[in-house]
């Protein structure tokens, strides 16, 4: 009993430090900026325009038209969504986006409330591009956050070499702790590293968005790089956490949602073989890849055994394991299939879709947070055939369809019921669902026809076609020290 209480009021003292430190408002972790990137300036996103908060034309190439008033009116539950491309309902907008539909189901969910859903999804918008944006709608009385982040981390040219190795720790729920971030403060400052001096030396990005694929050939900017993929996943990691910890400072609640992923029918961006293979070893894999090509209609089960005696020899060639997973499928082989799809979607070289180590991260901070996840990628698998994603829930790469956008917003309708943010009507998904028809034949055509063509874009940006600058005219977006020092964070 002795050594029992010695041991507890040994440990006390860390409880009792982190109270100490909530008291005194030392050691927020949101207090910091952000080491990984700064921006060249930081824009609100919305500007007041009479009795209402606007997303201003000057943001509209990367934003929907978006509004809200100003004074909140009682009875009002305020719910902002983040994100990227599929928040703002892409390749057409938000009058199909999950937002919209989520509002039309609370609407008749409960009646008596007045519900607004504020879509901020803008195009290739990353994480950390979502941090700003949550930290300033904070001053617009939100209800509920909805971020749904993951498939944008890959799109913008930055490194991590200046990151402080104490920063790059493994994120838990320690590394959360006031304790804990003034301790390792403390510690860098001593070492002559501090999150401060990290801040003056990370990539400079400019105010919006600036995707490698926004320039033509863009693909060629893409190779393997591990240290530039761990750096891109801890910093993804990093910007979980810090809008969790935003939101939570402010009492407001935050669910988070996982992306969803064309799976069976989109072949990666771009396959390289490993680097370190032998010349040997390179014809081998090559005479095993053709050979498996030839088979294909011919002999499935033989082309099977090809493919994976290549990928034996190169496990990192995306196209390889895409190609297996067909064959599987034919043969309905679905569960070893769906592991092929996967494995060429993770070893994509140009990954423009939500990958495996960003998942784990995802779940692992709404687990050490207890921050409530809806799996839209499950979601929407459970309702295909073969247990694989694809068309047509999905309208390309990533982008759920109109069905997808619906099936989404009804499972967000349950998750807020379960956590008494909604008191739904037990005929609510009835009338739910004629609202959707309603409102959905209300659109004109004209707005299909620009969702179409917008479709047909994306499909060429993802060639590596876009209509931008030649990729050799893209200027660095890395600054000199000193101008980094200078750049708001």
């Known amino acids: 009993m002795f050594r029992a209480i010695a041991v507890a009021l040994g440990l006390s003292v860390f409880p009792f430090a982190e109270l100490l430190c909530i008291a005194f408002g030392w050691g927020r972790p949101t207090e910091f900026d952000d080491p990984f990137v700064g921006f060249s300036t930081v824009q609100p996103l ?3 325009d009479g009795n209402q908060y606007v997303i201003p034309p000057s943001r509209r190439k990367f934003f929907a038209p978006e509004a809200f008033p100003v004074q909140k009116s009682p009875g009002t539950f305020r719910i902002f969504c983040l994100g990227g491309s599929t928040v703002q309902g892409h390749p057409y907008s938000k009058e199909t986006s999950f937002t919209t539909w989520l509002r039309l189901a609370l609407q008749k969910a409960q009646p008596d ?4 859903v504020v879509n901020c999804g803008g195009v290739s918008y990353a994480s950390y591009r979502l941090v700003p944006i949550l930290r300033e709608c904070l001053q617009y009385e939100p209800d509920l956050f909805i971020v749904c982040t993951g498939h944008n981390e890959f799109l913008e040219d930055r490194t991590y070499g200046h990151i402080p190795r104490g920063v790059l720790v493994k994120q838990n729920w320690l590394t959360q702790r006031r304790t804990f971030v003034l301790l390792r403060e403390g510690l860098q400052r001593l ?6 001096k990290a801040a003056g030396e990370r990539p400079v990005l400019p105010a919006d968005a600036d995707a490698l694929l926004d320039y033509y050939d863009g693909l060629r900017a893409y190779h393997h790089d591990p240290a530039w993929h761990a750096g891109v996943i801890e910093h993804f990691e990093f910007n979980l956490r810090q809008m969790v910890a935003l939101a939570r400072e402010a009492g407001v609640p935050i669910v988070a949602i996982r992306e969803v992923s064309n799976l069976a029918d989109c072949e990666p961006f771009k396959s390289e073989q490993r680097p370190d293979l032998t010349e040997a070893e390179r014809q081998r894999w090559q005479e095993l890849f053709d050979q498996a090509q030839a088979l294909y209609r011919t002999d499935v089960s033989q082309a099977v ?21 067909q064959c599987l499928a034919t043969l309905h082989r679905n569960e070893a299939a769906r592991t092929a799809f996967l494995r060429a979607r993770d070893v994509d070289v140009c990954p423009l879709r939500m990958i495996s180590p960003l998942e784990e991260r995802l779940d692992r901070v709404c687990r050490d ?3 409530p996840l809806l799996d839209a990628h499950t979601l929407l698998e459970a309702r295909m055939p073969t247990g694989i994603l694809g ?7 990533v982008h759920p369809s109109f069905e997808g956008h619906q099936l989404i917003a009804d499972a967000l309708v349950d998750l807020m019921a379960r956590h008494g943010w909604v008191r739904p009507r037990p005929d609510w998904r009835a009338s739910a669902h004629a609202a959707y028809r309603e409102h959905f034949d209300s ?17 060429r940006w993802t ?9 050799e005219t893209r200027a660095p977006h890395r600054l000199e020290k000193g101008d980094a020092k200078k750049a708001q964070g």
């Not at 409330?113 to 607004?116: D, K, L, M, R, S």
């Open 46 to 48: 919305f500007v007041r």
């Open 113 to 116: 409330t007045n519900w607004e």
């Open 191 to 196: 070492t002559g590293r501090s999150s401060q």
């Open 305 to 325: 055994e090809l493919l994976e005696q290549a990928n034996r020899i190169d496990d990192r060639y995306a196209a390889a394991h895409y190609e297996l997973g």
């Open 369 to 371: 947070e207890d921050v």
């Open 391 to 397: 068309f047509p829930l999905v309208c390309d790469h």
């Open 443 to 459: 659109l004109d055509a004209m707005y299909f026809l620009r969702g179409q063509r917008t479709l047909n874009s994306v499909r």
């Open 463 to 471: 060639e590596g076609k876009a209509g931008g600058p030649p990729i």
